[in-house]
Each structure stands twice: as C-alpha cells, then as structure tokens.
C-alpha cells in the first residue's frame, strides 16, 4: 500500500482510500476494494479527535483477528482478557462483531444493560478491573437479528470509542468479526491516531482456514498494522484419559458403553495409566499449520492451543479457564502464549510489577 492509500490489488487510477472519490470514481469499477472504501470513513473525522482524547487513559490496544469465523478468536480474547485481569490490570474489552456478538455469553453478563452517566456510557463490569463493551447488552431481545449496512456499523464502532467512558485502561482488547471488511477499516482507522499495540490473529490448522488467514496477514501488513503473533487454536484434541467415553461395537451393530468397566480395569492394574492425556488430530495439519504460514510470511508465532471439551464449556458458561482446574490442557498452552506475547511487547516487567 503506498502511503497507505493505495491497496496492492486495486485498479489502475486508484484514487486512495482515503479519497471522497473512493469507490466511487471511474476507476474503482470492478475493484475487488470497492464496497468496503465507498463505505469507509473518508476525510478528516471530527470524530477522531473525540476518540483520541477518550483513547488517551488506554495504554495498550490489542486486536484479535481472524479471516475466518468459528475458529475461536472470541474464546481467545474472552481467556486473554480473563488472563490479563488476573494479572492485576486494569483492562476492557470491546466487541464489535456487531451481527454476532458472544462475548456477553462468553464472560456470563448475558441479560446485562448499559448505563450512561454524565461521563458517557459505562461499560458492564464483571470485576471491578475487567469491563465489557458490546452490541449483544443492547439488544432487546437476543435473538433479534442485527441488519445493519456498513455505515450504520461503523457509526456504532465510533460511538464505542469516543462515549464509552473505560477509564485508566492497561489493556484494551477489541475482539473483531472475521474477515477484512468494514468493521476492520474503521477500528483501524480510528485507533491509529492513538497508536495500536497490533494484532492477534486466530486460525485453525487446515488449508481452508489458512487461506482466509492469509489474506488477515496481508490487511494488516497494507494498513500498516503490526501483527503480534498468529495462534494456532483447535490444535489436535487433547483429553484425559479419565474424560473420555469407551465403547464397543456388537456383533448386531449395537454400541456398549465400556467406560466404567475399563476405568475400574485400569485403577486396578495400573492405575498410573489414568493420567494420561489422549490427542488425535481433528484438522488436517500436514501442510505446516500457522507455523509455516508464519515463516513464509514472517510474522510471529506465538503456540498452539489444543481443543479442549473443558474450554469449550468454560467459554460455555463464561467462565475463565485459569480458575477451572478441569482445563488442564488448554490453560497451560494459552498461558504461555500470553507471556509470549507480552515478552515479545516488552511488556513482562509490566506484569511482574502489577503482581508483586
């Protein structure tokens, strides 16, 4: 992107992104950019000025990322925001997946309203130091459907950052919808003037997932968004051996439950056994998974988070897996790659200090 105007894939003639004439000029015909710069704030915004001063108590601003859906970017910044507030910072967490927003559900605040004060919109707090910001407390019913064309989705993303009132924030995590449309240009848009940390992106093993994710990388890269590190989610299912169900097929096709008789088997003869961990793999991986999308395109990788029924039920039931000893598996792994994260930011003597 030149000047970070000009997308590599647009037309000839292309007149920026930032133009007035953006996806509207001659030469944005047949443009694969056209939709998203013909909706895409333009101009100077009056609206950035607001968002900056509200963005000044904010010192870090993260983003998760995804180009494809269902592969657990919202149970990723739901874990990282419950890791970070352990850690003794203060941290909120915005959601602007406006036509499916989970992070309610996924922190246990559905039914929850917001509030207005004279200070602006007062984010729904689940602890004292971890604040919640979302669509999903708007809605009167939540199973309404949101309908909304890309304008009226951006007007609410910047009525997020300028009227929600976060207070000193150590950490703002945005969990974003998948994909590299509307939502994406103005978040981006708007934070830059207060500077973004940059961003996490999420992705399963398999092609068909890392072809989306690609083409995330390459946004990033083209608005001049730094990318944090890339997470591999879904990573083989890891279970213990004491969670697992054992059956066996009968000659007439019929399923017997051998769970318990094999449970009382093991104890009995090597009970050592029952503290295994079983993995398989789910996804195909064979091409080199995020790792090797990492190196071909040179950005970080941070691990691997296996699939784990535990975490599944604890995003469930908007719990924090770090309090949930059941997650045995996926804590430890999420655990790491946030240290990773913060290691790599410079930002480990900041949680060292906060939990001394």
Same mark, same amino acid.
């Given at each position: ?25 001659? +030469? /944005?015909?047949?443009? &694969? ?46 874990? =990282? ?14 959601? $602007?997946?406006?036509? @499916?927003?989970?992070? &309610? ?5 559905? @039914? ?9 919109? #007062? ?16 809605? &009167? ?5 949101? $309908? ?19 207070? !000193?924030?150590? *950490?703002?995590?945005?969990? +974003? ?31 068909? #997932? ?8 390459? *946004?990033?890269?083209?608005?001049? =968004? ?14 213990? $051996? ?11 096709? !019929? ?15 090597? &009970?050592? =056994?029952?503290? =295994? ?25 941070? @691990? ?7 975490? /599944? ?14 997650? #045995?598996?996926?804590?430890? +792994? ?23």
């Amino acid at each position: 992107m030149e000047d970070g105007e000009v997308p590599e894939n647009a037309n000839d003639n292309c007149p920026g992104t930032a133009s007035e004439a953006a996806g509207k000029a001659d +030469a /944005c015909q047949g443009c &694969p950019n056209q939709q998203a710069c013909a909706t895409a704030p333009k101009g100077p915004d009056p609206d950035l000025v607001a968002i900056a001063e509200r963005m000044a108590t904010v010192k870090h601003k993260i983003l998760v990322l995804s180009g494809k859906g269902g592969v657990g970017k919202s149970t990723f910044s739901a874990q =990282l925001s419950f890791a970070l507030a352990s850690m003794d910072f203060q941290v909120g967490l915005l959601d $602007i997946d406006i036509c @499916g927003p989970s992070i &309610p559900k996924m922190l246990g605040l559905e @039914g929850q309203d917001i509030h207005q004060s004279n200070l602006g919109w #007062s984010p729904v707090y689940l602890e004292s130091n971890l604040g919640v910001m979302s669509i999903g407390f708007m809605l &009167p019913n939540p199973d309404d459907a949101v $309908i909304w064309r890309g304008p009226r989705k951006n007007g609410l993303i910047k009525q997020f950052l300028k009227d929600v009132y976060w207070g !000193e924030l150590d *950490f703002l995590v945005v969990d +974003a919808p998948p994909g590299t449309s509307d939502e994406h240009i103005s978040i981006v848009q708007c934070l830059q003037v207060s500077g973004i940390d940059g961003a996490i992106i999420i992705t399963t093993p398999q092609q068909v #997932s890392l072809i989306d994710v690609r083409k995330e990388v390459s *946004f990033c890269k083209k608005v001049g =968004l730094p990318v944090l590190g890339v997470v591999e989610n879904m990573s083989g299912l890891c279970q213990r $051996i004491t969670d697992l169900k054992f059956t066996k097929m009968t000659d007439t096709g !019929e399923e017997r439950d051998l769970t318990q008789w094999l449970m009382e088997y093991l104890k009995e003869k090597d &009970p050592e =056994l029952l503290e =295994l961990v079983a993995s398989t793999e789910i996804f195909d991986s064979s091409s080199g998974g995020a790792m090797r999308m990492c190196r071909e395109m040179e950005v970080p990788f941070l @691990g691997k988070v296996p699939l784990d029924p535990h975490l /599944c039920k604890a995003a469930e039931e908007g719990r924090s897996c770090f309090s949930d000893q059941k997650c #045995s598996v996926s804590a430890p +792994a999420l655990k790491r790659i946030i240290d990773k994260m913060l290691e790599n930011q410079g930002l480990s003597a900041m949680a060292i200090d906060n939990s001394s």
